[in-house]
T-cell receptor
Framework: DTGVSQNPRHKITKRGQNVTFRCDPI?????LYWYRQTLGQGPEFLTY????????KSRLLSDRFSAERPKGSFSTLEIQRTEQGDSAMYLC???????????FGPGTRLTVT | EDQVTQSPEALRLQEGESSSLNCSYT??????LFWYRQDPGKGPEFLFT???AGEEKEKERLKATLTKKESFLHITAPKPEDSATYLC??????????FGGGTRVLVKP
């Protein structure tokens, strides 16, 4: 299967700790997106990469959040000094240039205690 | 700002009881409207893309339609395995998807 993969699938951390998530997109896709989803809500956009360039960031993305895609392949999302309000599912998606539909990974569920 | 509203929030159906889900949207310059299915604890699974008013797409028991202000997802003769949350999203001039809150569908045997 060559879909979008995310690691870890689950992360439990204590408030104030830093966490990092990884996303591996579909191999031929040059566009990569991060979204956050809380229970009972639809996903909310966080940030967008085209190749290695971060081209768009949401106002939701506070300065405690940083994302990278150093070689235009996998991406990491880091949250520093986690807060209980950061508890959510973090979703990664990718797409190519020929169509607009985005394909999502399984998500990383973060629980901050 | 782009807005997407889905209704109803939840839908309970008997197996075989057809129904429709609504997605109303406000967007400047629609590039595409997307339907996804999401099972509990999993990422959204792509179903359909609709690009212009009047367009229809079908897949098994699902049919999506699009007008200038809303989209419908029709579920014909649903089965228990169709139970899921159905998400609608739009893409406008930017690159992001803007999602609605979803409709939780439960199909009872």
């Amino acid at each position: 299967d060559t879909g979008v993969s995310q690691n870890p699938r689950h992360k439990i951390t204590k408030r104030g700790q830093n966490v990092t998530f990884r996303c591996d997109p579909i191999s031929e896709h040059n566009r990569l997106y991060w979204y956050r989803q809380t229970l009972g809500q639809g996903p909310e956009f966080l940030t967008y990469f085209q190749n290695e360039a971060q081209l768009e960031k949401s106002r939701l993305l506070s300065d405690r959040f940083s994302a990278e895609r150093p070689k235009g392949s996998f991406s990491t999302l880091e949250i520093q000094r986690t807060e209980q309000g950061d508890s959510a599912m973090y979703l990664c998606a990718s797409r190519g240039d020929s169509a607009y539909e985005q394909y999502f990974g399984p998500g990383t569920r973060l629980t901050v205690t | 700002e782009d807005q997407v509203t889905q209704s109803p929030e939840a839908l309970r159906l008997q197996e075989g009881e057809s129904s429709s889900l609504n997605c109303s949207y406000t967007v400047s310059g629609l590039r595409g409207l997307f339907w996804y299915r999401q099972d509990p604890g999993k990422g959204p699974e792509f179903l359909f893309t609709l690009y212009s008013a009047g367009e229809e797409k079908e897949k098994e028991r699902l049919k999506a339609t699009l007008t200038k202000k809303e989209s419908f997802l029709h579920i014909t003769a649903p089965k228990p395995e169709d139970s899921a949350t159905y998400l609608c999203a739009v893409q406008a001039a930017g690159n992001k998807l803007t999602f609605g809150g979803g409709t939780r569908v439960l199909v009872k045997p």
